[in-house]
């Protein structure tokens, strides 16, 4: 409690004292807060110790000037945790130690658990069972919607997929050409180097024709796809999910599996197709500048070479995998969108993943059109 | 005394529209004012600015007497561990459990060991009336009350001098934010606590402040004790305090307290 005209406070203070009988006493004097503790806790809290070996001595805490909780907390643990039997408080200054009496008792601690690790690997997998459920759940769901829409085409979310067919495509023409480019100029020096010493430059229209437009042109632009539109995804789902917006749209009545799902595996199903094309496209025409200063093949008798390297096929293949990826980001970033908790870490570990798991599902999707397709596309000499 | 607050020819300005023309605010140690005024009068906008959060168009706020805007890093350093805030929603860190809340202003003082620290989290727990089981839970797994309780005890953990609150009492049920404002008022008592909130309770205003603030037309219009307010003949007054709610909190607690809120 502040005076009008309070004398200086003083920095706090332990000393050996005697009391009038002449008993040992310990006196505290000074201010005990936590602006003063700040910087002496440790000093302060050994030169208590100290003190408190003798358990008669007698503790006059009437000299301190300020105190609070941090200072009595300070002093009281020096005490054992507990109040001496002899005391003097100042004024006022009783109420800080009764909040103390009353805290004791410590927290217990987690229970040792020597299958730990085999709950963890069990806790893991029921978790990889559940997320496949989820997803097929999410996907017969996206189904069950649109049969109803095919019954009534006005009612689609035709403005949705236009916006998303917008974010998801359009704006990643930049990046997925500026990768795919570099891509292409890449594979087509490293691979010129080996044809120039076995003198079979024209294969290099083969080898990047068939790599690029079969393999590494969907490849490449799922994984930017998976990185860009599939976090993204994730994240605009689970902060609607932090603020109640997903529970706003159900309670109105509003489907949101129709309204920001189902818009979204359609974007990016029709979108991923296309940009497929232009990134190997792009990778392509770097390919062909590269092995035109490398071997010497001109862009222009690189690109009529295609043709017959690379049959049609692989162009519907190439397609048809950019469906199947493109469904298969969007369903997983959103299924994780819509697992995200209430709090901010879940939200950062559901975008993880998303991302994560769609890059790893598009390379397994991809393995699969490898088997099935194996003997389709590929012309031999 | 020097006062622990000081808002001198405050002006805000967003493009054309002028939020605060000219305001003034003094609150002297120990005091509880509360701010009112009508959504959009810039309560919050006042309050974040007072704690450092925004910067005035023109205009300075001190607080210690120290100027927010324009001192150096350490003294700002300085003013912020000496108050406490406890934000509308709480704004715990959710990825931290109870106890870890609680502990992070001390901890990052790196003035105290984990045992003391540990203590002294478990009194604050007790403090706001929080079991000690809970103190391993996060903050997605409490309810709003116990939130807002957990929230001030981490505001409290550094024994600060001035106390914000925002919107203390808001989304609790009657019962505790009764048990709320008992709360606060025993601290304020113990600890002399400055209080300054932001609230739309009437119950919560008329029970706990010293002085009322009421933010109309771009300043205060009254800062003074509840009589003084209500003896204002302004439309945004007659509508907060004398309107039919109005009316029925303040004859509640004409029973118990004076009128010029003291108590």
Redesign the interface.
């Known amino acids: 409690?502040?005076q009008?005209a309070a004398p200086a406070v003083l920095d706090p203070d332990v000393r050996q004292a005697r009391t009038a009988d002449g008993a040992p006493a310990v006196e505290l004097s000074g201010a005990w807060?936590?602006?003063a503790?700040?910087?002496r806790?440790?000093s302060l809290k050994l030169q208590l110790r100290q003190f408190s070996t003798d358990p008669g001595s007698h503790w006059n805490l009437s000299r301190i000037q300020r105190l609070?909780?941090?200072g009595a907390?300070?002093i009281w643990?020096a005490w054992g945790?507990r109040r001496p039997a002899r005391l003097a408080l100042a004024q006022g200054h009783e109420?800080f130690f009764s909040?103390?009496d009353?805290?004791a008792?410590?927290?217990p601690a987690a229970p040792f658990d020597p299958l730990r690790l085999v709950r963890a690997l069990g806790a893991a997998l029921l978790l990889t069972a559940e997320h496949l459920r989820g997803i097929a759940q999410l996907l017969g769901q996206i189904l069950l919607d649109s049969l109803v829409l095919l019954r009534h085409p006005l009612r689609g979310p035709w403005r949705e997929i236009s916006a998303s067919l917008f974010r998801v495509g359009t704006q990643a023409l930049g990046i997925t050409a500026l990768v795919g480019f570099l891509i292409g100029i890449v594979l087509s020096y490293l691979s010129a180097e080996q044809l120039k010493s076995v003198g079979a430059n024209v294969f290099i229209i083969n080898i990047l024709g068939i790599g690029i437009i079969r393999e590494l042109g969907p490849v490449i632009a799922a994984v930017l796809v998976a990185g860009r539109s599939g976090s993204a995804i994730t994240a605009q789902l689970g902060v609607m999910r932090v603020t109640e917006e997903l529970d706003a749209l159900s309670v109105m009545g509003i489907p949101h599996t129709v309204r920001l799902i189902l818009p979204k595996i359609v974007a990016l199903a029709i979108a991923m197709p296309l940009l497929i094309l232009w990134t190997s496209g792009i990778a392509l025409t770097g390919g062909a500048i590269s092995a035109d200063m490398q071997l010497g093949i001109s862009v222009h008798s690189f690109m009529t070479g295609l043709p017959a390297a690379v049959p049609a096929v692989n162009l519907s293949l190439a397609m048809g995998k950019g469906v199947v990826f493109g469904a298969l980001i969007a369903l997983i970033a959103c299924h994780f969108g819509l697992r995200v908790?209430?709090?901010?870490?879940?939200l950062g570990i559901g975008t993880t993943n998303s991302v994560v798991t769609s890059i790893t599902a598009v390379i397994i999707a991809d393995a699969i059109f490898a088997v099935i397709f194996a003997d389709v596309g590929i012309s031999l000499l | 005394m020097t006062p622990v607050i000081e808002v001198a020819g405050l002006w805000t300005q967003f493009g054309d529209h002028v939020v605060h023309r000219d305001l003034n605010l003094t609150v002297m140690p120990g005091e509880v004012v509360s701010l009112v005024g009508g959504s959009g009068s810039g309560k919050t906008t006042l309050m974040r600015q007072i704690l450092g959060l925004e910067r005035p168009t023109r205009g300075t706020v001190k607080v210690f007497g120290i100027p927010l805007h324009g001192s150096n890093a350490q003294l700002l350093h300085k003013i912020r561990k000496r108050w406490g805030v406890l934000f509308q929603e709480g704004a715990l860190y959710s990825a931290l459990s109870v106890f870890d809340n609680i502990a992070l202003p001390l901890r990052e003082l790196r003035a105290f060991d984990e045992d003391f620290i540990r203590d002294m989290v478990l009194l604050k727990l007790d403090m706001v009336d929080i079991e000690r089981r809970h103190a391993a839970k996060m903050p997605a797994d409490l309810s709003g009350g116990m939130i807002k309780r957990i929230a001030l005890a981490r505001a409290l953990v550094l024994e600060p001098e001035l106390v914000f609150l925002d919107e203390p009492t808001a989304g609790l049920d009657p019962d505790r934010s009764e048990s709320f404002v008992k709360l606060i008022r025993s601290l304020h008592e113990t600890l002399n606590l400055t209080v300054v909130m932001v609230t739309h309770d009437l119950d919560t205003l008329v029970s706990l402040s010293d002085k009322i603030a009421v933010l109309a037309e771009q300043k205060l219009i009254v800062y003074g004790t509840l009589r003084e307010a209500i003896a204002v003949r302004h439309p945004f007054i007659l509508n907060f305090f004398l309107g039919e709610r109005g009316l029925r909190a303040l004859s509640a607690v004409a029973a118990t307290i004076n009128l010029n809120g003291k108590h």
Do not use: G
């Not at chain 1, 908790?341 to 879940?346: A, D, F, G, L, V």
């Open positions: 409690m502040q009008a807060d936590i602006r503790l700040e910087t806790a440790r609070d909780h941090i907390l300070l643990q945790k109420v909040h103390l009353s805290a008792a410590a927290a908790q209430p709090n901010t870490e879940s």
